[in-house]
């Protein structure tokens, strides 16, 4: 029986071998629907190609369904096509070796079949898809050991992603190489990137016509490269990038983002305060024009404020006539809160009860006060913290 028992267990270990092995090392290119459909009858019981895999039928190739049984691409894996309207073929792949490049797809709107893919230890490129506006089938990505690129940048130009959202990148933490976000026209925030901690390389954030926030960011606490925040029209804070240790940047350039007024994020602050490298900060607006007003607003906040801003939060901030004041701690007495304009003028001041209860909400209006960049000074006991606010409207 236990004889018997072995080779029932031998043939099962030459079965899984036999359909679960590596193959063509050299790799393989795609240029029609037929290869693709063929592709288990002509290399059978391949599931792990070792090369790269280069599939391109711009107009030729409509689905990805013969490539089900891949696991895993030891190379890079390049998909230039337009016509696909699905990557469900892809569902059995854990693991890209190499770079991704995923270039067209222009009957695509989310990357559901890439569900299971868990690694890529290249570079990431997304570009040119212009029907795609997130990134739903990602979601188990985890590692990206070289590049992430959201907008191509190429010697005849810029290929454009359409996205919205990152929504789909939940769960990857880290990116050994660079994280570019480069002229994403329609990308307004970066909330898909909450569980990202880390960026070996350069953080840059240029030329995105809508976007208006990098909060998403806010889970990012070092890079390995230069800060570059550039030519985006309508961001108005640098909040999100706080948590980055300025002793892991290496040079900032912080240029002609029209609307950009606050800047005396923590990391920026740490930075001008013992740099790394170069300081370039120019053509924003009033506030965050020059690295002497950056310097100036740093000094205006409180450390305690900076180090603990998630105790105490004005939200929605820009705001229009009211933004509410939330308090994460228990207060005993009272709440003092004065605003004042760049000239050190008060002209507000209000005066709430303190409660044991968590969080406290209190809703200071500020109808009657022109749009514009305010000061509040906020006293709780013995402890008084500063903090800039917007009024756009």
């Known amino acids: 029986m236990k004889k018997f028992t072995l080779i029932i267990a031998a043939v099962a270990f030459s079965y899984s071998i036999a359909f679960s092995q590596g193959c063509l090392p050299a790799g393989i290119s795609f240029t029609t629907q037929a290869q693709i459909d063929n592709f288990q009858t002509n290399y059978p019981n391949c599931t792990e190609i070792e090369g790269d895999v280069y599939i391109a039928g711009w107009n030729t190739i409509t689905n990805l369904n013969g490539l089900s049984v891949l696991t895993s691409i030891g190379g890079s894996f390049s998909i230039e096509c337009y016509s696909i309207s699905n990557l469900d073929g892809l569902q059995s792949l854990t693991t890209i070796m190499g770079d991704f490049l995923f270039l067209g797809g222009g009957n695509l709107y989310n990357l559901v079949g890439l569900d299971n893919l868990q690694t890529i230890g290249g570079s990431f490129f997304f570009a040119g898809s212009e029907n795609l506006n997130n990134l739903v089938g990602l979601d188990n990505l985890q590692t990206i050991g070289g590049s992430v690129n959201f907008g191509w940048e190429t010697m005849g130009g810029t290929l454009s992603a359409g996205l919205v959202s990152l929504t789909g990148l939940e769960n990857l933490n880290s990116i050994g190489g660079d994280l570019y976000f480069h002229s994403n026209n329609h990308l307004q925030e970066l909330s898909g990137l909450s569980g990202l901690t880390s960026i070996g390389g350069n953080l840059r954030i240029t030329g995105n016509m809508e976007l208006q926030s990098l909060t998403g960011l806010s889970g990012l606490t070092s890079i390995g490269g230069n800060l570059w925040i550039l030519d985006n029209m309508k961001l108005q804070s640098l ?6 240790d300025a002793g892991s940047i290496t040079g900032i350039d912080i240029s002609t983002n029209d609307l950009l007024t606050i800047c005396e994020v923590k990391s920026i602050c740490d930075y001008l305060a013992s740099p790394n490298g170069g300081i370039w900060i120019r053509g924003n607006a009033p506030g965050c024009n020059s690295p002497a007003e950056v310097e100036d607003a740093c000094a205006t906040v409180h450390t305690e404020h900076i180090v603990s801003n998630n105790k105490i939060i004005f939200a929605p901030n820009p705001f229009t006539d009211q933004t ?28 709430f009860e303190g409660l044991q ?16 960049v ?20």
């Open 239 to 244: 909040t999100g990038l706080e948590n980055i």
């Open 324 to 351: 509410v004041l939330s308090i994460n701690f228990p207060v005993n007495g009272l709440v003092y809160l004065d605003i004042f304009n760049n000239l050190g003028m008060c002209l507000k001041n209000w005066r």
């Open 357 to 372: 209860t968590t969080p406290m909400q209190y809703y200071p209006d500020f109808s009657g006060i022109p749009p514009g």
């Open 374 to 393: 305010y000061y509040c000074r906020i006293q709780i006991g013995n402890k008084v913290l500063t903090s800039k606010l917007i009024k756009i409207y």
